[in-house]
Nanobody
Framework: QVQLVESGGGLVQAGGSLRLSCAAS????????LGWFRQAPGKERDFVAH????????SYADSVKGRFTISVDNAKNTVYLQMNSLKPEDTAVYYC??????????????????WGQGTQVTVSS
């Protein structure tokens, strides 16, 4: 199994910044993808960003390009999501997901086998 523990969520004003962290532990995998998804009340879990273990192959949803940055620290087995210029529409529960399958893309939540508990991000106007 893989355990994911998220932290860094909170309440911020529009235009503010937050950095989310997701620490992974458990079974070791040679190759994997870590992704960030978010889910607002009554909506599906939507793709935000993902990154390969090597640090290459990053991808972002159009709605966050230029504002969010995903990175990975392999020594700490931790993935980060730096969120700048936050907007009220960014309000959601943010989840860290783990995928070790050989997909071409990793933008659907069904492609991820393990998830963290989620961390609430609320952006006020």
């Amino acid at each position: 199994q893989v355990q994911l523990v998220e932290s860094g969520g909170g309440l911020v004003q529009a235009g503010g910044s937050l950095r989310l962290s997701c620490a992974a532990s458990g079974r070791s995998y040679s190759n994997y993808v870590l992704g960030w998804f978010r889910q607002a009340p009554g909506k599906e879990r939507d793709f935000v960003a993902h990154i390969k273990r090597s640090g290459s192959g990053t991808s972002y949803a159009d709605s966050v390009k230029g504002r969010f940055t995903i990175s990975v620290d392999n020594a700490k087995n931790t993935v980060y999501l730096q969120m700048n210029s936050l907007k009220p529409e960014d309000t959601a529960v943010y989840y860290c997901g783990f995928s070790a399958l050989g997909f071409v893309t990793y933008t659907n939540y069904r492609q991820y086998a393990y998830w963290g508990q989620g961390t609430q991000v609320t952006v006020s106007s």
